[in-house]
Each structure stands twice: as C-alpha cells, then as structure tokens.
C-alpha cells in the first residue's frame, strides 16, 4: 500500500510541473495570444462588412412580381469595377403583344438586363415589375438528366396534361421530329447535354417554350447558336402563338417582326422606338 501511495504522490507532482509550464507559457505569450485573437476578432468583422457591403450592392434592384406589362422604372445597371453604368435610368413599359429587340454595341448591358430582369443578382438600381407567367431562355441553357417529356412539360403544371401527340407536333414544329425516336420516346432518361449539340439543346428548350405558352418569354443571343434562318423561324413560332418576344441580341431576322426596339450606347444611354408609340420614358 505504501508503494501505491509513494506512486500517486510521484504522478500528483509530475501533473503540477507540467500545469506550471504550461501556464509559465501562457503569461509569457499572453501579448501575443491577445494579439493574434485581436486581429482575427478584426478579420472577421471586416469579412462581415464587406459582405454585408456586397449583399446590400447587389439587392438593391427591386423586382416586383404581378400581372400586367414588363416595367423598367428607373433601371440602372452597373458594372463591377467600373463608373460607367451600363445602362442608366431606363424607364419603359412593354405591353402583351408588342415584340422587341433589344440591340447595342456591346453585349454586358443586354446581358445584365437579362439577369436583372430574371431576378438574377445584378448591381444596379430602381425596379422591375414583373408579370408571373413569363420563360427565360439563356445563352446556354441547362437542360438537367431526365426524360423528353420532363425536358418538355411543366412537372408543376399539373392541372394541364398535354397530349403526346402535341408534344410530338411541336417537336416536328421546332425541327427536332427526329429526336423522338432518336431517344426511344417521351419517357426514356437521357443526359441530354451529352447527346445533343448546342443548337438541338435551345430548340429543345423552345420547344418547352411553345408548349407552355407564356404571356412573354425573353432570349439572350439564341441567333448566335441557331443561325439567322431557323432563329426567323422560331419567332415566327412564337409569334404564332401570341408569345411576347424580347429578344437581347441582333437583328438577324427581318425588323418587321418587331414592334418596339431598345437600344442602348457604352455610356448608359438608351432609346426606345416604336410603332406605333407606346408608353416609354426616355
């Protein structure tokens, strides 16, 4: 028993040796230790400003969702590292029916008034008021693993079953009659970004388009991909079913299919033109 108590009494005083070398230590870092915690309680509350700072650039367009036109009410886009806006204080409406081209001597502004008005996180000032039923289709589209019919029909869309023989009709329509014996059918996976090219891709997500039928739908540079000859057709398509177009690209197609146009200079001003006139302000 006496060994036992001579070994705890040996273990007790290593323990106490190492707890005062341990805290010899901390006082003599002290000053560092508190230093270093200072400058990481300063990192982090710079971090946290700049995005705060950054949150509050970029959420500062208002987009108002309701029924009616397209609005821009003083609409001013900037771009990142830059004092030139975009395009500054556009202020137009654009009614069901009236198509428009969106045209100017550089892309970003048209590409920032895309993702503004997709309510896309864009720097940039004022408001858009937005009508619920309207389709964006970018540049590139994303069409995810899944069926043709899930490529082509709403899964929301529950209330309306669309009829395969419509679904087919609007394939042939878009210039993709082949695609559905291609793949096997309307319900057969694919990983349709493999498969198919760029071009086949967009047709597709327009087709998606001219079976959902909404009020607007508004395209970035799709007559890049496409061509002038099948992008003349696909707004004809459009047009056909009373889609509102705004088209945020070139004029590859004849201006006659067109009611209004919005251009727009490198230093942020614009024009609106239209026959006949309707609601602007500029």
């Not at 654009?94 to 045209?103: A, R, S």
């Not at 019919?149 to 087919?168: G, K, W």
Request: hydrophobic share 40%; with cysteine.
């Amino acid at each position: 028993m006496a060994e036992s108590g001579w070994g705890m009494a040996g273990t007790v005083r290593s323990v106490w040796r190492t707890a005062v070398v341990v805290f010899s230590l901390i006082v003599r870092q002290f000053n560092s230790i508190s230093n270093f915690a200072a400058v990481v309680s300063r990192l982090s509350s710079l971090l946290e400003a700049i995005e705060k700072s950054h949150l509050t650039e970029l959420a500062t367009i208002e987009t108002v969702k309701r029924d009616g036109p397209l609005t821009y009410e003083g609409l001013t886009l900037n771009s990142p590292g830059s004092e030139l806006p975009l395009i500054k204080e556009l202020s137009v409406s654009i009614p069901f029916g009236v198509n428009v081209l969106v045209d100017g001597t550089t892309h970003p502004p048209g590409a920032a008034l895309f993702k503004a008005t997709a309510g896309m996180p864009t720097q940039g000032t004022g408001r858009i008021n937005r009508p619920p039923d309207v389709m964006f289709l970018p540049q590139r589209p994303y069409l995810p693993s899944g069926t043709l019919r899930e490529m082509l029909v709403n899964p929301e869309a529950e209330s309306e079953i669309i009829p395969d023989d419509q679904i087919v009709r609007v394939l042939h329509e878009a210039g993709l009659e082949r695609l559905f014996n291609q793949v096997g059918g309307l319900d057969v996976e694919q990983n349709w970004e493999k498969i198919l090219p760029l071009s086949e891709q967009h047709l597709l997500a327009l087709a998606s388009v001219l079976l959902a039928a909404p009020r607007f739908v508004v395209l970035d540079r799709l007559e890049m991909t496409l061509g002038a000859e099948q992008f003349r057709k696909i707004l004809r398509l459009l047009f056909e079913r009373s889609i509102t177009c705004i088209n945020i690209g070139k004029a590859v197609a004849e201006r006659n299919l067109y009611q209004a146009f919005l251009e727009y200079g490198e230093d942020g001003r614009w024009t609106w033109t239209d026959d006949p006139p309707i609601n602007r302000g500029h």
